[in-house]
């Protein structure tokens, strides 16, 4: 079945600083959900993106559906530390029923 | 509007036991999820409701693993008999539409077996 990657798995950083993180497959997906997960609850929807090289933003938060179709990225700015959590990507392909989610990028900001 | 709701919260029980998970999802969705998600991975998806009818079911061990949705509303998941193996959060999530633009999840139930 269709496989996700994210990268980095993980990663510590400044309050202040901005954040890139990525998600890849081997498959073309045609959606693309970018979900953070604070601990104990359930994954948050972020940002949706439904076409190759579509950007949105969702107030410091810019996501990318890349225009191989394979990828996707997730950019925060300005880091908080409320934003400590886990990011997830998943994707649907043409002919999936469902989304498949990436393994998660954990993310600590640092005071 | 109020979130998808699911209960017990935490469960702890020994293996060869079994366990009920109960979700209730956003009024009006109807299209209902139960994943699995293990310490570390993403969630993966163990069966799909679409009213009370199963749209997908592929990733749900039969042999012991069974969910329902009777009236099309709220759901129940049950494992039995649990193994070690089966230690996770169990999340439900509901949507609008199928191959819904995006999902809510609820709380999710952290199960574990000893």
């Known amino acids: 079945g269709q496989q996700l990657n994210q990268s980095p798995q993980s990663m510590f950083i400044q309050e202040g600083e901005d954040v890139s993180m990525n998600c890849t497959s081997s498959?073309?997906?045609?959606?693309w959900l970018w979900y953070k997960q604070d601990p104990g609850e359930g994954p948050v929807l972020l940002i949706a993106l439904y076409k190759a090289g579509e950007l949105t933003s969702n107030g410091r938060l810019t996501a990318q559906f890349g225009i191989t179709r394979k990828d996707s990225f997730l950019n925060i700015s300005a880091s908080i530390p409320s934003d400590v959590g886990i990011y997830f990507c998943?994707?649907?392909?043409?002919?999936?029923?469902?989304?498949?989610f990436g393994p998660g990028t954990r993310l600590s900001v640092l005071p | 509007e109020a979130g998808v709701a699911q209960s017990p919260r935490y469960k702890i029980i020994e293996k060869r036991q079994s366990v009920a998970f109960w979700c209730n999802p956003i009024?009006?969705?109807?299209?209902l999820y139960w994943y699995q998600q293990i310490l570390g991975q993403g969630p993966k998806l163990l069966i799909q409701f679409q009213n009370n009818g199963v749209v997908d079911d592929s990733q749900l061990p039969k042999d012991r693993f069974s969910a329902e949705r009777l009236k099309g509303v709220d759901s129940t998941l049950k494992i039995q008999p649990a193994k070690l193996e089966d230690s996770a959060v169990y999340l439900c999530a509901s949507s609008l539409v199928r191959r819904g633009y995006g999902y809510t999840f609820g709380s999710g139930t952290r199960l574990t077996v000893v």
């Open positions: 009024s009006g969705h109807a299209t």
């Open positions: 498959s073309i997906f045609n959606t």
């Open positions: 998943a994707g649907l392909t043409n002919y999936g029923q469902n989304f498949v």
